[in-house]
Every structure is written in C-alpha cells, then in structure tokens.
C-alpha cells in the first residue's frame, strides 16, 4: 500500500515539474532583441545608407536620399542637395583619421594647426577603394579600418597595428559575408566599435576592436550601414528591412545587455530541477525495502 502511495506521489511530483518546465519555457517568448535593436521606420524599403546626428536622420533608399528632422518619425525628400558626410574619414576633438586614396591610414593629429595628413606607422595596405574607418573616443588612438578584401585591422593606443577580424564562410554557397560598414562613438560613450555585414547583420567589439561578437538579434541578416550618433546615444543601422535602432543601455560603460526575463525563466528552470531531483530523491527513499528489526 505504501508502495503504491510512492509510486503516484512520484509520478505526480514528476509531472507536476514537467508541466511547470513547459511552462516556463514556452509560455513567453524570450525578448533578448528588445534589448539590441528595435525598428525606427521604413520597413520593407532596402535602406542603403545612413546617417544620424541628433533629430537629424539621412537615409538613402536605391537612388533617393529621404531625411527626418523628429529623430525618425516622418520622412521627405530634402528641400536642398544634401550630401552624406565623407566615408574614409573619422574626427574626434581636433584630430583625424582616415583612409588615403592608395589605401593606408593617415593622421592628423591637430586640425587646428597648418600641416598635411601624416601616414600612421605601420598602417596596412587596405587596398585602393577602401573607406571602412572607425575610432571610439573613449580609447585615443585605437582605430579600426577594414580592407577591401574584407580583413578588418585593430590599431592599438601603441600604434601597432594587427588583424582584429577574419570572418569566416557562411556556406560553400554564400561564400564570406561582405563587410559593409564600421563605426563608433565620437564621444567617449563608450569602448564599442559596431561591424556591419551582408550575411551576419551586426557585430560588435566592446573592447575597442580586439574581441568581436555577433550583435544582431532582430536585425535582417543584410545590414548595408551604420551611423553612430554621439547626440543620442544610439547606432542606426540600415537595413534589407527599413531603418533600425540601438540605444546605449548603460553610460559611459560598454553597453552591457540582459533581458531579465530570460534570467528569471532559467532561475525557475533551475528551480522546478531542485525540485525534481528531490521529490525523486524522496520516492526512492519510500520505495527502499524496510529494515525489520526481530
């Protein structure tokens, strides 16, 4: 009789903790991308280009370039000729990074004083074209440049120079995704340096360019530009589906992203476990032969 009690207190306790396991699995979606990237506008237009400063957002779409002046809401075409800032080129305070026409790094470390671009020691061969530069202010002298044969480059506060970023094959039939864009934070924000893609959406490097991650939950897989915009705290990407945005969660730290609801589901998946492990714990002890003493 006791036996038979075990038996179904076990067998209940055991579905009791498969349901609750279901249910903390499958009853809520986890939203780890409300946390990275959220759409601003335009979707289902491919958005080329991009450009945010402030309330101030430019986006190319094929041949037509729209702009926002209310950080996104509303679209038009601007009342006058207004080009997109220089690619290649990157300014911080009073100096400058970029790309020269053959392909190498050049600096000019004070804009304010008469002098011409300086190549930077031991910049790599980039290749004629490339135009890929970004620098996170709040790590002076650290630049990331990407070549045209898609090798992305990591100067450190050294000056020495190194591979950063080899990105690997999609698929024998994809081939290596494209890099499309880089970019940072001209204020010193924080440490992180954004990695656009045509295949791998977005990537980041939160220690200015030596450590990269994928960074794209949410985004379309085909990511053509990205702005980082100082004034808002935020990257635009623009993507194969509209216009997207990721604002910093944390200041001046690196941002740091965790969806509290996905922590909560696994701490109760540890739980219903515990729970598990000891009802079965008890079952067995019930089901043990008793000893009788004589």
């Known amino acids: 009789m006791d036996s038979d009690r075990g038996r179904r207190a076990l067998r209940l306790t055991a579905a009791v903790c498969v349901g609750l396991t279901v249910f903390l699995l499958g009853s809520a979606p986890a939203r780890a991308a409300d946390a990275w990237w959220s759409p601003v506008a335009l979707q289902g ?15 190319r779409t094929g041949t037509e370039t729209l702009m926002s002046s209310d950080g ?35 600096h000019i470390a004070n804009t304010s004083l008469p002098g011409a671009a300086v190549a930077d020691p031991g910049s790599p061969g980039l290749g004629a074209g490339a135009d890929l530069i970004a620098s996170p202010a709040a ?27 080899l990105l690997l094959p999609a698929s024998l039939v994809q081939g290596v995704p494209r890099v499309t864009s880089v970019t ?43 702005s980082a915009d100082s004034a808002r705290h935020a990257v635009y990407a623009g993507t194969s589906d509209g216009l997207w945005v990721h604002v910093l969660q944390e200041l001046p730290a690196p941002p740091a992203y965790q969806d509290a609801a996905l922590v909560w589901r696994w701490l109760g998946i540890g739980a219903v476990t ?17 000893r009788i003493d004589g």
Do not use: C, H
């Not at 992180?192 to 985004?219: F, K, N, Q």
């Not at 515990?274 to 008793?290: D, K, N, Q, T, V």
């Open 45 to 59: 237009v491919a958005v080329t280009r991009v450009s945010a400063v402030g309330n101030t957002i430019m986006v």
């Open 72 to 106: 996104g809401s509303t679209f038009a075409a601007p009342s006058a000729d207004t080009p997109f800032p220089p690619t290649g080129v990157v300014a911080i305070d009073s100096q400058r990074w970029a790309i020269s026409a053959g392909g190498t790094v050049v």
């Open 139 to 165: 790590l002076p002298g650290v630049v990331v440049a990407v070549s045209t044969s898609g090798v992305v480059w990591r100067r450190g506060q050294d000056g020495d120079w190194k591979q950063a970023l």
């Open 184 to 226: 940072a934070f001209t204020e010193p924000l924080s440490e992180a340096i954004y990695l656009s893609t045509a295949g791998y959406a977005v990537l980041i490097s939160t220690d200015g360019g030596d450590d990269w991650i994928r960074a794209g939950p949410g985004l379309p897989d085909s990511v053509s530009s990205l």
């Open 274 to 290: 515990l729970l598990a492990s000891i009802a079965a714990l008890l079952g067995m002890l019930r089901l043990a032969p008793r």
